[in-house]
C-alpha cells in the first residue's frame, strides 16, 4: 500500500498558538492523542507568556506524553497570530504542518480526514470548511451568521479565491509551502487567515477542502465587533489590490 | 496579474459592449441608457439572494456541541488519573 507506506513516513507538527489556555490546552491534548493513534506527530504550543499558569500545564503534559511529543516553544509576551506559527514553524521537525486553535472550537477528531485527504490527493494544503454538507457552526446567533454569510459573498464575488470558507483556520500544510506563504502575509486576525489562503490559491498551489464543524468557544469569550467588519472589509481592499 | 486589475477589466469591457449597443441601436436607445441601473440592480439582487440562501441553509450542528460535553468529561477524567491539574472550570 503506497498510502501507508507515506503515512509512516510522513511527520505532522501540530502547532496550537495559546493565550490563557489552561484547561482548553489539556482537553485539546487529550484529543489530538485520542484521535491520532496511527500517525507520526509532534504537537508545538506556542504560548504567549499566559498569566494564568497554561505553561504550567503544558509541562505536567509533557511528563505524561513525552517530551519529544509535546513542544512548549513559548514567547515572553503577546506577539501576534502570524508570527507565532512563524516562531512554531522554525521549531517543527515534521513535512506537513497543521495549524489549531486551541479553544475547543477545532475538534482534534477531524485531523484524519485533513491527512488522508492529503494522501489522496497530494495537496499543498488542506483547509477545514465551515460552508459545505458534512461540516457546520454552533454557538452564532442570527447576527453573528448573517455577517459571515455577507462577508463570505462580498469575498467570493471580489476575490474568487477557489474555497469556501476563508476565515477559518483549521487547516494543514506542507511545510515548504506554509513557509513560502506567511512570509509575505501581513494581515492580522481573521484577515491573517484569508489572505493566507487567497495568496496561496494564487501562487497556484493545490488546495483541498475538508468539512469541519466549529463549536464557538465553550471556556472564555469570542467576540466580533463592529470593529472586526471594518477591519475585514480594509483586509479586502487590501487583497483586492496586491493578489 | 492583480486581482483589481481583472475586475477592472471586466467592467472596462461590460462598458465597451454597453457603448456598442448605444452606437448600433440595436435595441431602443431608451432601453440601452437604463442597462446599467438593471444592471447594479441584479447585481443587488445577486448579492442579497447570496446571503439569504445561505443563511437559510446555514449549517449547524447542535450534536457536536453535546459531543464536545462529553469529549471534555472523558478528556478530564484521564488528565486528573495521571495526574495533571486542570482546573474545574
Keep these: 500500500m503506497d498510502g501507508q507506506h507515506q503515512k509512516q513516513k510522513n511527520k505532522y507538527s501540530i502547532i496550537v498558538p495559546t493565550y490563557n489556555e489552561r484547561l482548553n490546552i489539556g482537553l485539546i491534548v487529550y484529543l489530538i492523542f485520542k484521535h491520532l493513534r496511527d500517525a507520526d506527530f509532534e504537537i508545538i504550543i506556542v504560548d504567549d507568556g499566559s498569566p494564568d499558569g497554561t505553561q504550567d500545564v503544558v509541562k505536567q503534559l509533557q511528563q505524561v506524553y513525552g517530551e519529544d511529543r509535546i513542544l512548549l516553544r513559548a514567547r515572553p509576551r503577546k506577539l501576534g497570530l502570524g508570527t507565532a506559527y512563524i516562531h512554531g514553524i522554525k521549531h517543527a521537525s515534521g513535512n506537513f504542518v497543521v495549524i489549531m486553535d486551541a479553544d475547543l472550537s477545532h475538534h482534534p477528531k477531524y485531523l484524519p480526514s485533513f491527512i488522508s485527504k492529503q494522501l489522496e490527493t497530494g495537496a499543498d494544503i488542506v483547509t477545514g470548511t465551515r460552508y459545505v454538507k458534512g461540516g457546520g457552526v454552533h454557538g452564532w446567533n442570527l447576527m453573528r451568521k448573517l455577517t459571515s454569510r455577507g462577508a463570505n459573498v462580498l469575498a467570493q464575488t471580489l476575490l474568487w479565491p477557489g474555497v469556501s470558507d476563508l476565515t477559518g483556520s483549521f487547516r494543514l500544510y506542507r511545510k515548504s509551502v506554509l513557509e513560502d506563504i506567511i512570509s509575505c502575509c501581513v494581515s492580522k486576525g481573521y484577515v491573517f487567515q484569508m489572505e493566507m489562503i487567497v495568496r496561496a490559491s494564487r501562487k497556484g498551489y493545490h488546495i483541498k477542502e475538508v468539512p469541519i464543524t466549529f463549536v464557538d468557544r465553550v471556556f472564555g469569550s469570542s467576540k466580533l465587533g463592529g470593529s472586526e467588519i471594518v477591519e475585514y472589509l480594509k483586509g479586502l481592499a487590501y487583497l483586492l489590490v496586491t493578489t | ?89
Design chain 2, 1 to 89: 496579474m492583480k486581482h483589481i486589475v481583472k475586475i477592472l477589466a471586466l467592467v472596462v469591457a461590460i462598458t465597451v459592449l454597453w457603448i456598442g449597443l448605444l452606437q448600433t441601436s440595436v435595441i431602443p436607445d431608451s432601453y440601452t441608457w437604463l442597462l446599467p441601473i438593471y444592471f447594479v440592480v441584479s447585481l443587488g439582487c445577486y448579492g442579497l439572494l447570496m446571503v439569504g440562501v445561505g443563511l437559510m441553509n446555514f449549517p449547524t450542528c447542535p450534536q457536536e456541541a453535546l459531543l464536545l460535553q462529553k469529549d471534555i468529561v472523558e478528556a478530564k477524567e484521564y488528565l486528573k488519573q495521571k495526574g495533571v491539574n486542570l482546573p474545574l472550570n
